[in-house]
């Protein structure tokens, strides 16, 4: 009983937050551009325009609800919903702190900062879910019946089957050095030897690459493209559904991030100070901060980039996936394999 | 030009490094750029965004806003009800009704008894300030006008001498005061002895 009770607390506290976080990641994103821009930003409603994503949330709610009469209406529905919820279901076994059984304990015994701790498959489950948002995607631009929509959703799924392929592979020499799926070993792994980045350099590059796709994100937001497809598979949405878009790819941006830190930045990792050993609240909520900063970074990194780089054009991104990450990601897979072997005699 | 003219100077392009064909380098500039601005815009005085309410746009001296109708030193129109800036308006937003002047007025014969501008019709094209024999009519600095209905954008003779003295001090009359020294366009222009308004002119100096 005060299992499911704490794991209610738990997912509450995740969406609660992630939600929240949501909202002001479009703040920060809007000053981010911005500044890239040489403007100041939204610095209106509050003070620093703090209170401006509030704001945008009650205009979302309040905007009318459009659904154009020539739409296939239960899939037009469904879609936004399936692309929140794919979004959503993937920080179930993403570790926000240490998880283990030293951990400082309350009444249920040790706390594990994941939802589903324990998970051996944590990394296949990411994979499988993660990939599931592009249904929302695809469906959205069908159901629009709208042949930008429809091109939007085309593009979506031409480039769905070309980063997946070179992202599994571009961890496999990770989950080679470590020899777990779980993300907790893999951090773990990392503590005691050396951050993923330096170990897979290669690997890290084109799991980076992948996950700007895999977020939609510039340089690859090929569904959305704004001046050719005039918004993409969203563009007959309107008020909340089209809200609940924005939510999905947001929070795919958080769980990417996650991922890119936990796998190859060293998770709560910090270079010369020897924390991995240490347990107690202190030490934990210090190992928590030091990932949320991590993760930070690494979206405004994501940011950043989507001011700097311009979009792909679709048979482009298709070419550098099949004819040049492919190859890469699997050479650096015999490679890893054959030195593991080597090393092991 | 042919494609096998000797004198076709045939460029390749330098070949790409192993290093360079993978973007990286061209990837990382581009970052160092955005990078230098976002900083630069996020902590010091990078942005170049103006603050509007609060901090004012001043626009350059030739800037096109608003018409006035200049008054003279006695406080009167200086329009002389010629008709020529309503002719030479190309949106034909410009109506005036001329009447006789009174007997005290010596300098003229007709002044503008109603001098009515649509400023919505207007395109700000400046033409009736250049028509003007008088320097009656000119276009200030004078931008951030809005209304709540059609007709208030309509401006008649007393809204366009107020609009004179609001923007007399900001903007003195192009004409009527001694130019600045060195402004040596405007010297050229007011010493050529040429026709009646510019020896009106120094005769108002």
């Given at each position: 009983m005060l299992e499911i009770i704490g794991l209610l607390i738990k997912i509450g506290l995740v969406v609660g937050i992630t939600q929240g976080a949501v909202a002001y990641l479009i703040l920060v994103e809007r000053k981010i551009a911005a500044f890239a821009q040489d403007r100041i930003g939204p610095n209106r409603v509050g003070p620093l325009g703090l209170l401006q994503p509030i704001v945008d949330g009650v205009k979302m709610f309040l905007k009318e609800d459009v659904t154009p009469s020539y739409v296939n209406k239960p899939i037009f529905i469904l879609a936004p919903f399936l692309s929140i919820i794919a979004a959503m279901i993937g920080f179930a076994v993403i570790p926000f702190g240490p998880v283990g059984p030293n951990n400082p304990s309350l009444a249920m015994g040790p706390v594990q900062?994941?939802?589903?701790?324990?998970?051996?498959i944590g990394l296949l489950y990411i994979f499988a879910v993660g990939s599931l948002s592009v249904y929302g995607v695809i469906l959205a631009g069908y159901a629009s019946n709208n042949k930008y929509s429809f091109l939007g959703g085309l593009r979506s799924s031409a480039q769905l089957i070309s980063y997946e392929i070179p992202m599994g592979m571009s961890i496999l020499g990770m989950i080679l050095l470590v020899g777990s799926l779980d993300l907790n070993a893999v951090v773990e792994w990392q503590n005691r030897h050396v951050w993923g980045i330096l170990a897979q350099p290669l690997g890290f590059l084109i799991f980076l690459i992948c996950a700007f796709a895999e977020t939609n994100?510039?340089?690859?937001?090929l569904p959305e493209s704004e001046q050719e497809l005039v918004g993409g598979f969203h563009t007959e949405y309107s008020s909340m559904k089209f809200g609940m878009f924005f939510l999905g790819e947001y929070l795919h941006v958080i769980t990417v991030s996650y991922l890119v830190v936990i796998l190859f930045l060293g998770g709560w990792d910090l270079p010369f100070v020897p924390l991995g050993e240490q347990s107690g609240w202190l030490f934990t909520l210090v190992k928590m901060g030091v990932l949320l900063a991590k993760v930070l970074l690494m979206i405004v990194f994501v940011m950043w980039i989507r001011w700097t780089l311009p979009r792909f054009r679709y048979d482009r991104l298709m070419e550098l996936a099949w004819k040049r990450m492919i190859p890469l990601a699997i050479a650096n897979t015999i490679v890893t394999a054959t030195v593991l072997q080597l090393l092991r005699g | 030009m042919r494609s096998d003219d000797p004198a076709l100077k045939r460029m390749t392009p330098p070949k790409l490094t192993m290093f360079e064909q993978s973007y990286l380098p061209q990837i990382l500039g581009g970052l160092a750029v955005t990078g230098r601005h976002i900083v630069k815009a996020a902590l010091g005085d990078g942005a170049v965004t103006m603050q509007y309410p609060e901090v004012q746009h001043q626009p350059s001296p030739n800037y096109r806003g608003v018409h006035r109708l200049n008054k003279d030193d006695q406080g009167r129109v200086k329009c002389v009800a010629c008709m020529l800036c309503a002719t030479a308006c190309p949106v034909h937003c410009i109506d005036i009704v001329g009447a006789t002047a009174p007997a005290a007025w010596t300098d003229r014969e007709k002044y503008c008894q109603s001098f009515v501008i649509d400023e919505l019709r207007c395109i700000y094209c400046g033409m009736c300030e250049e028509a003007c024999p008088v320097d009656a009519i000119e276009l200030t600095g004078f931008y951030d006008i809005s209304g709540l209905s059609r007709e208030e954008m309509i401006f008649d003779k007393t809204k366009l001498l107020s609009v004179f003295d609001l923007t007399q001090e900001a903007e003195p009359m192009k004409s009527g005061v001694v130019p600045p020294e060195s402004s040596n366009r405007t010297m050229e222009f007011v010493t050529t002895p040429t026709t009646g308004p510019v020896i009106e002119r120094q005769q108002l100096v």
């Open positions: 900062f994941q939802i589903a701790p324990g998970i051996d994100r510039l340089p690859f937001d | -």
